[in-house]
T-cell receptor
Framework: DQQVKQNSPSLSVQEGRISILNCDYTNSMFDYFLWYKKYPAEGPTFLISISSIKDKNEDGRFTVFLNKSAKHLSLHIVPSQPGDSAVYFCAASARGGSQGNLIFGKGTKLSVKP | KAGVTQTPRYLIKTRGQQVTLSCSPISGHRSVSWYQQTPGQGLQFLFEYFSETQRNKGNFPGRFSGRQFSNSRSEMNVSTLELGDSALYLC???????????FGPGTRLLVL
């Protein structure tokens, strides 16, 4: 039973346009959400996070939106660049406990075409 | 600051053998977590250590174990290897249990 779901295994976007990656969760105890980017043969790289007390967090070209009522979050990348091509993982935790136990989605492979 | 390092990077073992993987966290980080990544199951949490104590454990059989040393370095051990244990094993460290985790490059284990 997947608690964190990324329903799109892949996404293709033109360079300069917006990339929107989606993530749904089922566990209402989750209160901290993160996005990681992963290149082949490397470990995941932390991108951005959001606490459940916020509905938006922005860091440069990356913005994460959280809709608690829908149990949905999304990552927006604007503008998209070819170097953004990677697999993006959504992760969640119940921060009242530990960050060490992250529940990951299965990832969305983003391809940004020049 | 150096990142999380994992050794070895690649490993080939046969069924029934055991294996030990090593992780050195970012300097100053005291929490270390381990994850298994497979194509079918994605990234799954194995266990978390803080101050040499296991704080959380994922849903894996007892063949998977780990430990943390006083310098925060961690090892994980898999005994009686099975074909299904072939995976990328990732280690992540954080300042403490409530901070963002940073991942190492992983150890790719192939069980034949």
């Amino acid at each position: 039973d997947q608690q964190v779901k990324q329903n799109s295994p892949s996404l293709s976007v033109q360079e300069g346009r917006i990339s929107i990656l989606n993530c749904d969760y089922t566990n209402s105890m989750f209160d901290y959400f993160l996005w990681y980017k992963k290149y082949p043969a490397e470990g995941p790289t932390f991108l951005i996070s959001i606490s459940s007390i916020k509905d938006k967090n922005e860091d440069g070209r990356f913005t994460v939106f959280l809709n608690k009522s829908a149990k949905h979050l999304s990552l927006h990348i604007v503008p998209s660049q070819p170097g953004d091509s990677a697999v993006y993982f959504c992760a969640a935790s119940a921060r009242g406990g530990s960050q060490g136990n992250l529940i990951f989605g299965k990832g969305t492979k983003l391809s940004v075409k020049p | 600051k150096a990142g999380v390092t994992q050794t070895p990077r690649y490993l080939i073992k046969t069924r029934g053998q055991q294996v030990t993987l090593s992780c050195s966290p970012i300097s100053g980080h005291r929490s270390v977590s381990w994850y298994q990544q497979t194509p079918g199951q994605g990234l799954q949490f194995l266990f978390e250590y803080f101050s040499e104590t296991q704080r959380n454990k994922g849903n894996f059989p007892g063949r998977f174990s780990g430990r943390q040393f006083s310098n925060s370095r961690s090892e994980m051990n898999v005994s009686t290897l099975e074909l299904g244990d072939s995976a990328l094993y990732l280690c992540a460290s954080s300042l403490d249990m409530r901070e963002t985790q940073y991942f190492g490059p992983g150890t790719r284990l192939l069980v034949l």
